[in-house]
């Protein structure tokens, strides 16, 4: 309920800002590069049943870094985000820091869109990458689980501009749905990975090694970013977005988790 | 229109914001049956000496689960649990409920206790000149041997203190001795152990080559034998080249020299000038790992095994290179009969 009371007030303050000047085109992005820059919340609702069979839920905060191109013929959104989350369970009260690197490059192309008036579908393909480390305060020797995931998935966009008050927006999804990824987590019964058996100093190639590759049955992840955009005169932009992302992943221990991000990004015109 | 793509965001955000939760299980039902099965079934697929120990685990199943279904309150639930666990007899398996923590002590209960710091501390620390608390660790000179009492592998050892400690005992502006001390007592009687590295950090200062001491075995599957490659443990010097430990070094354990504390004295049992002297350690060669139970308790067990490089298991102990044990007359004349017999091995009486 919070959540979607923030959501509610973020855009209001959007369309309560008078002093934002725009200039609204329909392809105002056309030929165009932006620095994207983002802070946020976020939320998570972790199962790792190789820490607990406890749910753990918890806020935090987030940034995300990004780049965003858009020519005549295709779309380019490279993001990486970092969120650090706080979730505790209730059933134990025990709680775990958790610290998630998600990179994702996505490509959508316009040729083989279609568009219905102002409604625009493109599909394209997307290359993820997540790095995720849970620190349970509450335990010793298995406090640390780390695990890393990369992905590539057929993905796409949904945008419409709308014009509201007076004032020009779009309103848009990218959503990835990977098909093949692979994924490494720690030993059965230990922090340790397989590749750093044996070795006196873990490098950092050891948390990618030894890992397996994984498709549905095994593997499951659905991700949206839910946007809406308010072009600025200037030729910049502001975004509000909302992450949500689920995955279960059925590995010796399985971990399921949910995840939501509110942020606000601006986007700087190269 | 516009209101129609607003309700648009706002729907979509509220389905949104919930959506996980249609995949997500909501916490495991609490009962007796789902908190026993959890419990029993996390322990076999995880725990690490059932073939060391042959122990059925299948059969405490049996044995327990009906009680555990029927167990009327929490207190219930809790004893029979611990009760199962106690069949593992390992002293890194405890269920943490706060209410209570269960435990298994028999491994020093059972035993003579073979230390009295009161003694230490009145008779050898206090009434020396020499003496000092670096960090951890307790040390003097006695009778012109070095004395450490190290408490707990859990407070952290550095190698520049023990540099500085080792510095001490041979330096003579800096002790009250004409000389370097004839050797070493490093005590470790009832340090139930912490972390592992501090065992190594104190071994590999005196260490003379690299030596392999151990392999350690990680659970990577759910079979009672299934585990990785052996892990090899060396040990390497590391500090003050120039104020290298050569001379005899006597290591005193008694039946609480538990986990760390058993693996330092496996490690230091490696070493051509070391003598381990006094009881055998309690054991606990296992790397404990913790979990949680759908009710919110928590427990932990072992999950890995260390056979020394004499491929001796060392969950069951070490022994010591010559038993002595604390005499009752010496206790009441304020004498560690352990501490005097390791300073005569040193000096060669």
């Known amino acids: ?270 | 229109m516009k209101k129609l793509i607003l309700c648009i965001v706002c729907l979509s955000a509220a389905v949104f914001s919930g959506c996980e939760k249609m995949f997500i299980e909501e916490n495991p039902e609490p009962s007796n049956a789902v908190v026993f099965d959890h419990l029993w079934n996390t322990v076999d697929q995880k725990y690490s000496f059932f073939t060391d120990k042959d122990i059925d685990w299948d059969a405490v199943r049996t044995q327990f689960r009906s009680r555990a279904i029927r167990a009327d309150n929490i207190i219930e639930l809790f004893n029979v649990l611990a009760d199962m666990l106690f069949i593992l007899e390992d002293g890194h398996v405890n269920i943490s409920a706060g209410i209570d923590l269960s435990r298994n002590w028999q491994w020093f209960l059972d035993f003579e206790t073979n230390f009295d710091f009161d003694i230490i501390e009145r008779n050898y620390l206090v009434p020396s000149e020499d003496y000092q608390i670096s960090g951890p660790l307790h040390n003097t000179i006695i009778d012109s041997v070095g004395y450490i009492y190290y408490e707990s592998f859990s407070s952290s050892v550095s190698t520049s203190l023990m540099n500085y400690i080792i510095q001490k005992f041979t330096v003579k502006e800096i002790n009250s001795l004409e000389g370097p001390v004839a050797g070493l007592i490093i005590d470790v009687r009832n340090n139930g152990g912490g972390s592992i590295s501090n065992a190594f950090t104190i071994t590999n200062r005196f260490a003379i080559e690299k030596t392999k001491v151990a392999d350690w075995y990680y659970k990577n599957g759910p079979g009672h034998d299934d585990f990785t490659q052996a892990e090899e443990k060396f040990i390497e010097f590391e500090g003050n080249e120039d104020r290298r430990f050569n001379k005899p070094i006597v290591v005193l354990t008694n039946r609480s020299s538990y986990s760390s504390a058993n693996f330092f004295a496996s490690m230091m049992s490696f070493l051509p000038n070391v003598t381990i002297m006094g009881d055998q350690t309690g054991g606990g060669g296992g790397l404990p790992i913790n979990n949680e139970l759908p009710n919110g308790w928590r427990f932990r067990f072992s999950s890995t095994r260390t056979i020394d490089a004499n491929g001796n298991n060392i969950e069951f102990g070490v022994e010591p290179d010559i038993y002595v044990a604390l005499d009752s007359a010496d206790r009441n004349n304020g004498i560690d009969t352990i501490i005097e017999r390791a300073i005569s091995h040193i000096k060669g009486n």
């Open chain 1, 1 to 270: 309920m919070t959540k979607k009371l923030i959501f509610s007030a973020l855009i209001a303050i959007l369309f309560c800002v008078k002093s934002f000047g725009q200039d609204f085109e329909e392809e105002i992005f056309q030929n165009s590069t932006y620095f994207l820059t983002g802070i946020g919340g976020s939320y998570v609702n972790v199962q790792d049943q190789g820490i607990s069979p406890l749910s753990y839920q918890g806020v935090g905060g987030g940034v995300v870094l990004g780049h965003f191109r858009e020519t005549k013929r295709s779309i380019t959104q490279s993001t990486v985000r970092f969120d650090l989350n706080n979730p505790s369970s209730e059933i134990s009260g025990a709680a775990m820091y958790t610290y998630r690197l998600e990179a994702i490059y996505q490509y959508y192309f316009k040729n083989f869109g279609k568009e219905d008036g102002k409604l625009k579908i493109y599909p394209g393909i997307s290359g993820l990458a997540r790095w995720v480390l849970r620190d349970h305060q509450s335990f010793t020797n298995n406090s640390q689980h780390i695990e890393t995931r990369f992905s590539l998935a057929p993905s796409v966009l949904i945008k419409r501009p709308f014009n509201i008050f007076n004032r020009d927006f779009e309103l848009g999804i990218f959503s990835q749905l990977p098909l093949l990824t692979y994924a490494t987590r720690p030993l059965f019964a230990s922090t340790r990975f397989p590749a750093s058996v044996n070795k006196e100093e873990v490098e950092f190639f050891d948390y990618l090694k030894n890992g397996e590759i994984l498709s549905f049955g095994n593997h499951f992840r659905l991700s949206t970013q839910t946007y809406l955009l308010f072009p600025l005169k200037s030729g910049n932009a502001l975004r509000l977005d909302y992450f949500w992302m689920f995955e279960s992943y059925n590995a010796q221990n399985p971990v399921k988790t949910g995840e939501h991000g509110l942020m606000i990004s601006t986007f700087f015109k190269l």
